[in-house]
């Protein structure tokens, strides 16, 4: 690493050589505001191979919301297209799991209850459902706690739920939208190293839109940086860290270098955006 952004070979877009799961092909989406269309991401692209781990990264306001809704079929396509697995996203998809900031777990099913709702849907008899979920219950570490409701359950034990959820439909792509954001430090660094573990153990596709630097080194194979808006893509950070990864990394040398050299891309941009914010406030003052 020499701290000089690297250049998004083609090599580096399409994973290495390996199939592509996810295919963004020059992506854009405005929106209409009473002051007149705002451009919130443009002409972005890039690939994400299958079993690969890819976090998007940029400064509040870059777009990656909308990215991450515009791929899970959750907003409209404006410019470009999105294909997973070969197929054009122009809605939700079953092959596409999401994971949100906040745990969607259901108040008044069990853990188990909650892990089966998928399969539930699809018609999956019941004994076969919940044994199914029992599965993911316990790849999530919660075994033991299937007949716990969300009330009685830790905040990073709920999101464990939402995720043994999610991946229990067998989703080809899983969308992470900061889904550790609301817990303390330190279970966001445990929950981390479990979705390694998962991760690795299913050879799951996965792309995580964060904006906590530590938490996408310790978890991708690439880090994509986004620019301040409109959203692009700035630059691509491939991550040659050893695998398998666990928190006790975080305090290696090399893991301080890939902090440093993300951080100096995301501190111009972020500089940008509070520019852009005051010379507002003055405006409207």
């Not at 515009?70 to 994971?99: Q, T, Y």
Request: glycine share 8%.
């Amino acid at each position: 690493m020499n701290g000089q952004p690297t250049p998004a070979s083609p090599a580096i877009e399409a994973g290495a050589g390996c199939k592509a799961m996810l295919k963004v092909d020059k992506v854009g989406r405005h929106f209409d505001t009473d002051e007149g269309a705002v451009v919130a991401i443009e002409d972005i692209s890039f690939t994400v191979s299958e079993s690969e781990f890819v976090s998007v990264i940029g400064p509040s306001g870059c777009g990656k919301s909308t990215l991450f809704n515009l791929i899970g079929g959750l907003l409209p396509m404006g410019e470009g297209s999105i294909r997973v697995a070969g197929e054009p996203i122009d809605g939700p998809h079953s092959a596409i799991g999401m994971v949100f900031q906040e745990d969607a777990t259901f108040p008044w099913r069990t853990v188990l209850e909650n892990v089966a709702f998928p399969l539930e849907l699809q018609g999956v008899p019941k004994k076969e459902r919940f044994e199914k979920a029992q599965q993911f219950v316990n790849l999530v570490g919660l075994g033991g706690f299937e007949r716990r409701y969300p009330a009685e359950l830790s905040g990073g034990m709920r999101q464990r739920v939402s995720i043994a959820r999610t991946l229990a439909h067998e989703p080809k792509l899983l969308l992470m939208d900061e889904p550790f954001a609301a817990l303390d430090e330190q279970t966001r660094l445990l929950l981390g190293d479990k979705v390694l573990q998962i991760q690795q153990a299913l050879r799951q596709t996965v792309l995580l839109i964060t904006h906590n630097i530590t938490e996408a080194v310790q978890l991708s194979d690439r880090v994509l940086i986004m620019t301040y808006r409109p959203g692009r893509i700035k630059r691509i950070v491939p991550i040659d860290l050893p695998r398998p990864r666990t928190s006790e990394m975080l305090s290696s040398e090399v893991f301080g270098r890939y902090i440093a050299e993300i951080w100096a891309d995301l501190r111009e941009e972020a500089s940008r955006g509070m520019l852009e914010a005051e010379n507002y406030s003055r405006k409207e003052a």
